[in-house]
């Protein structure tokens, strides 16, 4: 996406001015993208057949799911391609910035940061090559046009290299039984399934469609549908390898129809040991390298945590968080956020403490600008703007307070009022 640029005849100090506003609204929207991305995590499925469909034995979606919960694929090497498309607006250049902030890459930050770079799978198409042998063993490489992003875990050590600014970042992983939790944002059909049958509950309708073939492998199909009406979520697909029960293939698809707004999947894999060199990593010579530990520093932010795994073969899924529980730490660190229902239609609230977001000839230009992207909306609990993508949507009220989930725009005006 092409940065902000001002036509010949805006003068230097407009476009100061129009730089600032941008600036300023990207505080206000900054709630709405960290949302998005970790809502995105929930719901990444797919179109899934290379050919014709195998005969499998018949198998049930417990058996599936339990199935995959087994899977115990300690080694492989492959290639995956994930195409994600929210339906974020034309920010001009602002959206990515704001993936950047939500991670935590603040200015003085190292492009090398996994926890940046990685957001850039939230929006887009990318070919990633991946590889690990057990737990202490992972590589991602995310390949770009002449240039390449790579993050290796290699026993303690975590390292991230972007060859095309020539920066390092090295980190220490986690040793504690919570470590999987500081992963970075999915980016295998594996990742991505864990986090989807999470959300399995009484909410939600589990089958088993038929069979697919993928990268060469026989599969299931598991799909996973919500059974209340208000959610965004479509269906989400997941392939399932017949013989290790490791995910290939994941497809979200929403409920207002059209192209899937994630679909990630192997286009190539194989489950034998990769060459111990794989992990093997030395910054090169010029290169700048960032230290965890010193890591946001030059932007006064606070400690980082540490990096984690590049993603994780081995652990099973757990449960989606009930009514009223605070997980705001999930969620951009917003503490105080709680839930509003439980299942697909479960909404996110917490109070920014601010006033909202400005809007039409009181904001100014800048309330021109936040009117393009939302909409104005109205009920007993006042008026606010809904900011919305293909799967999230997002009410920011005047008064500061911020509902956000898988649903429709109408659940949203609805859980205001009643909060009210």
């Keep these: 996406m092409a940065p902000y640029a001002s036509d010949d005849s805006t003068t230097a100090g407009e476009v100061d001015e129009q730089r600032s506003g941008r600036r300023k609204a990207a505080r206000y929207i900054v709630p709405v993208t960290v949302v998005g991305v970790a809502a995105a995590t929930i719901g990444l499925v797919p179109a899934l057949a290379d050919s014709g469909d195998p005969d499998l034995p018949k198998i049930t979606a417990q058996q599936l799911i339990e199935k995959i919960a087994k899977s115990d694929v300690q080694q492989l090497s492959g290639t995956v391609k994930i195409s994600t498309d929210l339906g974020l607006p034309d920010l001009g250049g602002l959206e990515s910035g704001l993936m950047s902030g939500a991670a935590g890459n603040g200015e003085g930050g190292s492009s090398a940061d996994p926890s940046a770079k990685l957001t850039e799978l ?4 990318h070919t990633l090559r991946v590889a690990a042998d057990g737990p202490d063993k992972q590589k991602l490489s995310l390949l770009e046009n002449a240039a390449e992003y790579s993050v290796i875990h290699n026993g303690k050590d975590v390292w991230g290299y972007d060859s095309k600014s020539n920066e390092v970042y090295h980190g220490t992983a986690s040793e504690s039984p ?3 939790k500081d992963q970075q944002p999915p980016a295998t059909p594996k990742d991505f399934a864990e986090e989807a049958l999470k959300a399995v509950d009484g909410t ?20 996973v549908k919500p059974k209340q009406s208000g959610s965004t979520v479509g269906a989400i697909t997941v392939a399932v390898d017949a013989k290790t029960g490791m995910p290939l293939k994941f497809t979200l698809t929403p409920a207002s129809g059209g192209a899937a707004v994630v ?10 040991a990769p060459a111990a060199s794989t992990f093997d990593f030395t910054p090169p010579k010029g290169a700048k390298v960032t230290e965890e530990k010193d890591a946001g520093k030059a932007a006064g932010e606070a400690p980082r945590k540490a990096p984690g795994k590049p993603f994780d073969l081995g652990e099973a899924p757990g449960h989606a ?12 660190g917003h503490d105080g956020m709680k839930t509003i229902g439980e ?3 479960a909404i996110a609230t917490f109070d920014t403490g601010g006033e909202g977001v400005p809007s039409g000839k009181a904001g100014g230009q800048l309330g021109g600008f936040i009117d393009s992207l939302g909409d104005k909306v109205h009920g007993k609990f006042g008026s606010g703007t809904v900011f919305s993508t293909r799967l999230v949507n997002a009410l920011v009220t005047d ?4 509902y956000a989930g898988l649903v429709t725009k109408d659940a949203l005006v609805k859980a205001a009022d009643a909060a009210k």
């Design 204 to 223: 939600t309708s589990v089958t088993v469609d038929g069979t697919a073939q993928v990268a060469g492998r026989d599969a299931y199909k598991l799909v």
């Design 122 to 125: 939230a929006s887009g198409t």
């Design 321 to 332: 968080p009930k009514a009223g529980k605070d997980f705001g730490q999930g969620l951009g």
């Design 399 to 402: 008064d500061g307070k911020v």
């Design 263 to 272: 679909d990630a999947g192997f286009t190539k894999v194989g489950f034998a």
């Design 178 to 180: 919570e470590r999987g």
């Design 343 to 345: 299942g697909w239609t």
